[in-house]
Nanobody, 124 residues
């Protein structure tokens, strides 16, 4: 499974951005999809995940209320709508998927499949 992110860029504080992640093949419904990010000098952080089979989503406190994860099954594409972006959101954002990881109201563990990452810069 290959994942390709797009949609990163430079925005000003308070603006919005939508990231996309196209999967190279259709996966079983139990696959979990998520978004991680890594800021300079910091560890990679799991910020959101989605499980269609479990009907669950998760958001890290750092993005809760501002980011929305979704997936278009017909297009085999995962999205991350990011609103009210702040300088602390500056990071490389990675799309990821895993056939075994759960997605619930707890921190995310690293996934099996990863995209190459897309840079998001928030600066005035």
């Amino acid at each position: 499974l290959q994942l390709v992110e797009s949609g990163g860029g430079l925005v000003q504080p308070g603006e919005s951005l939508t990231l996309s992640c196209a999967a190279s093949e259709f996966t079983a419904s139990y696959y979990v999809y998520g978004w991680f990010r890594q800021a300079p000098g910091k560890e990679r952080e799991g910020i959101s995940c989605l499980s269609l089979s479990q009907g669950s989503t998760y958001y890290a406190d750092s993005v809760k209320g501002r980011f929305t994860i979704s997936r278009d099954a017909a297009k085999n594409t995962l999205y991350l709508q990011m609103n009210n972006l702040q300088p602390e959101d500056t990071a490389v954002y990675y799309c990821a998927s895993d056939p075994l990881r759960p997605c619930g109201n707890y921190p995310m563990s690293p996934y099996l499949y990863w995209g190459q990452g897309t840079q998001v810069n928030v600066s005035s």
